[in-house]
């Protein structure tokens, strides 16, 4: 019996077994369009807004939402991307007011989310009305919609910190009315996965789910949305909010990139992503808003898949899943080895070779610590993107094992 399994994954995958999600489909409603516009210094022009929606449809999220009530230009927008006859819905997302639902309707949207804010703080500091009348307002938006023929999402605003007893009332109400989604949003990002695991666990056992389906709407005020997003599909939500690079109020919510990729890759629940299109729309929306991706982003980031400590490098060389869980092109990065102090006598070899000089370890271990007196950081990059270049490494850094085996005999 072998001690080492094929696959390099296998006993994470054992820790991670999810019963519950490998046999759903978690859908994406990307938010580009509205929560990513609400970020600081994000602005978009109509023609930006029809291009990031064809991008993210043919990317394959399910629903696309924007707002048509934030300006002129907000409503064109909305217009035109909804006569594109995109795969994606449409989602108009307005404030739980009957003129605002009628601004969606002009604008032609087969679906709207109106939102209002349910939590005390809300009612008595933002809306300045109480519990009962927040309920008749909703009541009454969400049976004007139904009553165009409209399907609609409503969002318990700051559900997280709404008093649950109002929360469940709430969403049986609307589960009454034949609502087609429920979004639950942790408005402030306050939760902890295990929080928003039972907050919907909460709402499924008091509605009847087979009428209406789960949103999650999670901030990243402490880093934690995606992981409280995937708790909530975990209890039996179904649908995640996400924006391209996670913009967002304050500091946003789940990354579209990180989302595709864990449900993908390590919740097991979706394959019909196209997901290297992931760099390109980070890459498109970091040159419409001139805001630079943070090159520590996992998935986009430009050091998502750079290797740099020589013990990394020798064994990257070999098999790059010693430290990669996906091959960087299949989100639309790449690899790249970083050489510099911790390059080692494998990366200095490598870089030899590289400069076609025919050298041994010797000659690898005198650059290597060249590299380390130079004091002088990270000195080069390269980009290690296919076989041919892992095979010319390869051989650098098996001559120099050669050697050192040669020596010990
Ligand atoms: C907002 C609030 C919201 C709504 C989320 C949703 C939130 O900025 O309008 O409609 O699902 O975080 O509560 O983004
Ligand atoms: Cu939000």
């Known amino acids: 019996m072998s001690l080492k399994s094929e696959d390099p994954n296998h006993f994470a995958n054992l820790y991670n077994e999810s019963r519950e999600l490998k046999t759903r489909r978690i859908r994406i409603l990307d938010s580009t369009l509205r929560e990513g516009e609400q970020h600081p210094g994000v602005s978009f022009t109509i023609k930006q807004r029809i291009q990031i929606a064809w991008m993210l449809d043919s990317f394959g999220v399910d629903q696309i939402e924007i707002s048509p009530v934030v300006s002129n230009d907000h409503f064109e927008a909305t217009k035109t991307i909804i006569r594109q006859g995109l ?17 969606a309707i002009d604008c032609g949207a087969t679906w709207v989310a109106t939102y209002l804010g349910i939590s005390d703080i809300h009612l008595a500091s933002k809306l300045k009305i109480s519990r009962e009348e927040a309920k008749v307002r909703a009541l009454e938006v969400a049976d004007y919609i139904k009553s165009h023929g409209l399907k609609s999402r409503f969002t318990m605003e700051d559900a997280s910190r709404t008093d649950p007893d109002f929360l469940v009332e709430m969403c049986v109400e609307m589960n009454k009315r034949g609502i087609e989604r429920i979004s639950l949003p942790d408005t402030v990002g306050i939760m902890r996965p295990v929080g928003m695991h039972k907050m919907v666990t909460l709402i499924l056992s008091h509605i009847d789910a087979a009428k209406t389906s789960l949103d999650v709407h999670c901030h990243n005020d402490v880093g934690l949305a995606l992981a409280n997003a995937l708790a909530g599909c975990d209890a039996g939500a179904d649908q995640i909010h996400t924006t391209i690079d996670g913009f967002g109020e304050r500091t946003g919510i789940p990354s579209l ?22 760099k390109d729309l980070s890459r498109t929306i970091s040159q419409y808003t001139h805001l630079e991706t943070p090159e520590s982003k996992p998935i986009v980031g430009d050091s998502a898949y750079k290797h740099k400590a020589g013990t990394h490098l ?13 091959e960087p092109k299949l989100v639309g990065n790449r690899r790249k080895i970083v050489f510099g102090e911790l390059a080692g006598k494998n990366g200095a070899g490598y870089l030899l070779s590289l400069l076609g000089l025919n050298t041994g370890r010797e000659e690898a271990e005198t650059l290597a610590r060249g590299l380390k007196e130079l004091r002088m950081g990270d000195v080069l990059e390269l980009y290690l993107d296919d076989r041919l270049e892992r095979k010319i490494l390869n051989d650098a850094v098996a001559k120099v094992k050669t050697e050192e085996r040669k020596e010990n005999w």
């Open 87 to 103: 795969k994606a819905d449409i989602l108009a997302h307005v404030r739980a007011i009957k003129s605002d639902v009628d601004r």
């Open 314 to 326: 020798a064994a990257i060389l070999r098999d790059p899943s010693a430290y990669e869980i996906l």
């Open 257 to 278: 990139a990180e989302t595709a990729v864990a449900l993908t890759f390590i919740y097991d629940c979706r394959s019909d992503l196209r997901l290297h299109m992931l």
